[in-house]
C-alpha cells in the first residue's frame, strides 16, 4: 500500500519489503504443497495450485487496473493490501486445524 508514496526513497524500501514478502510467500506455498499432498503427485497438486493462483493474478489485475486509473493507484494497493490480511487471518485458522 505504500509502495505508491510520494517520497521515492520510502516507496522504494516499500517495494523491497514487498519483493521479500512475495519470495517469502512463495518458499511458504512450496512447503505447504509438499506437506498437503503425497509425494507421487506434488508436481500436478503444485501446478494446479499455481494455475489457480495465476487466474487469481490475473482476474485481479482485470479488475485493480481500471480502479487504479480511474481513483489513483492508492486504492488498488489499499483494498488488495486488506484482502491480503484477511486471507493471512483465514489461512492461520485452517493451517491450525490440518495436522501434518
Given at each position: ?67 487504479g486509473f480511474r481513483a489513483g493507484l492508492q486504492y488498488p494497493f489499499f ?22
Amino acid at each position: 500500500m505504500l509502495m505508491v508514496n510520494s517520497n521515492i526513497y520510502l516507496s522504494l524500501l516499500f517495494r523491497f519489503i514487498h519483493e521479500i514478502g512475495d519470495g517469502a510467500l512463495g518458499a511458504l506455498a512450496t512447503l505447504f504443497i509438499s506437506r498437503l499432498f503425497e509425494r507421487r503427485s506434488i508436481g500436478g497438486s503444485a501446478g494446479l495450485l499455481f494455475a489457480f493462483q495465476t487466474l487469481g493474478h490475473m482476474l485481479g489485475a482485470l479488475f485493480f487496473s481500471p480502479l487504479g486509473f480511474r481513483a489513483g493507484l492508492q486504492y488498488p494497493f489499499f483494498i488488495s493490501g486488506l484482502l491480503l490480511i484477511a486471507n493471512s487471518i483465514f489461512g492461520y485458522f485452517v493451517f491450525q486445524r490440518i495436522k501434518y
